[in-house]
């Protein structure tokens, strides 16, 4: 059973929830099947940005440390460092809306 504990200093109910599901879900399955699954998937992903990006003609990395995919609760700082940097890249995208 998972415990829902009152978030420790610094960190947000969803944060508290989400390590906890997170390390339950380690410690339960442990070298199985969807570790594997989830260890491909991420793999996929990362060979399927690196293909599309040499396609692309300016590509956004924003900075996602700390943060995890499966952290939808986090979206918000998602969208924020996604806009950061878009702004950050904003001259390079004028010039190529304008060619």
């Known amino acids: ?54 396609l692309s003609d300016i590509v956004l990395r924003p900075d996602t440390t700390g943060l995890h995919w499966l952290e939808l609760y986090r979206a918000q700082e998602f969208a924020r460092r996604g806009e950061g940097q878009v702004r950050a890249q904003l001259d390079a995208i004028r010039q190529l809306i304008n060619e």
């Open 1 to 54: 059973m998972i415990e829902d504990t009152a978030a420790p200093a610094g960190k947000s109910a969803g944060e508290n929830r989400w390590l906890g599901i997170k390390h339950y879900l380690q410690e339960k399955f442990k070298n199985n099947i969807m570790r594997t699954i989830f260890e491909n998937v991420e793999l996929t992903q990362d060979e399927l940005i690196r293909k599309e990006s040499l």
